[in-house]
């Protein structure tokens, strides 16, 4: 049996449109990000059968989320190893305030996605918690499930799937609210996972 996991990043927050490293700070949703979250919930109930919708418990992921379990009506199960990388010392900053401040590691960081910032989480650590939690959704629940997460966690997780050297995940595109959607096989204990769209913005055209 061919399962699906539709992954989607969450709707724009203020942060988003003023270019900041948002972390795991808890920053809400912007209204053009509750209006997404309601266009992405119309679309999946339209076009999907939905049987399970997980989240981050950040709570602009979790709101998008909870916007897409009313139209099944199913409730929201959050786990926080879906929550962002932790950016440390550059949570709240914008990429020019860091080459400013943290010249040096930012382009360390550009070349070397595992050189970790102070106070954050290495690529690493991320993508042990988050495809633990893939994992564990996919072999709970042999349907189609959402999960919401966040740009950066959603992109490691995608690197993993594809196989990809987790320094190159950036050159993964992940726009607020888009979905990227994954189909898998349970093969005894084995999850092969196959790709089959990345940051569909479809729905917004």
């Not at 999960?147 to 966690?153: I, K, T």
Request: proline share 0%; hydrophobic share 40%; with cysteine.
């Amino acid at each position: 049996m061919v399962n699906t996991l539709i992954l989607i990043r969450h709707g724009e927050t203020i942060w988003n449109q003023e270019g900041r490293f948002q972390g795991q700070t808890d920053v809400k949703l912007s209204e053009t990000g509750l209006q997404q979250a309601e266009k992405t919930a119309r679309f999946l109930k339209e076009n999907y059968q939905v049987k399970a919708v997980y989240s981050s418990d950040l709570s602009r992921a979790y709101a998008t989320a909870e916007a897409i379990a009313k139209q099944f009506n199913l409730v929201v199960q959050k786990d926080i190893r879906l929550r962002e990388y932790s950016f440390g010392v550059w949570e709240g900053l914008t990429r020019s305030e860091i080459e400013e401040k943290y010249y040096s590691l930012y382009k360390a960081r550009q070349k070397d996605i595992h050189v970790q910032v102070p106070g954050g989480e290495g690529a690493a650590q991320v993508q042990q918690r988050v495809m633990e939690a893939i994992q564990e959704i996919c072999h709970t629940n042999q349907d189609t499930v959402v999960v919401v997460s966040h740009g950066g966690a959603l992109r490691i997780a995608l690197a993993s799937i594809l196989g990809l050297d987790l320094t190159y995940s950036y050159r993964i595109m992940l726009d607020n609210a888009t979905l990227s959607i994954v189909r898998w096989e349970l093969f005894g204990d084995e999850q092969r996972f196959m790709v089959e769209t990345i940051n569909s913005r479809l729905l917004f055209g």
